[in-house]
Nanobody, 117 residues
Framework: QLQASGGGLVQSGKSLRLSCATS??????VGWYRQAPGKQREWVAY???????GYSDSVKGRFTISKDGTENTVFLQMNNLKPEDTAVYYCNGGTYYNRKYYRGDYWGQGTQVTVSS
């Protein structure tokens, strides 16, 4: 029900746009997470069906989450990429409630982002 794509290898300072194709209506929000080698998976951003948005401090001001008009695809525009952004990025189908994002059990397959210095 979720499929992530758009990763690749870029130089520091460049941009990438990730996409998450969704289907079904089990979840009312989509989040992006990432996992670097040897580290725990961390939350990056979320967007709810109603358009509420949140970002982690590490990406605020550089990443932008959005969705298309049909609400079937969620995008993560990543600008000014840094080597520390290198990770596998996953999209997640979750729940937005009371101004918070709750991670769900639905995951896309992940897409690798590598930023060289």
């Amino acid at each position: 029900q979720l499929q992530a794509s758009g990763g690749g290898l870029v130089q520091s300072g460049k941009s990438l746009r990730l996409s998450c194709a969704t289907s079904g209506d089990i979840f009312n929000a989509v989040g992006w997470y990432r996992q670097a080698p040897g580290k725990q998976r961390e939350w990056v951003a979320y967007i709810s069906n109603g358009g509420s948005i949140g970002y982690s401090d590490s990406v605020k001001g550089r990443f932008t989450i959005s969705k298309d008009g049909t609400e079937n695809t969620v995008f993560l525009q990543m600008n000014n990429l840094k080597p520390e952004d290198t990770a596998v990025y996953y999209c997640n189908g979750g729940t937005y409630y009371n101004r918070k994002y709750y991670r769900g059990d639905y995951w896309g397959q992940g897409t690798q982002v590598t930023v060289s210095s």
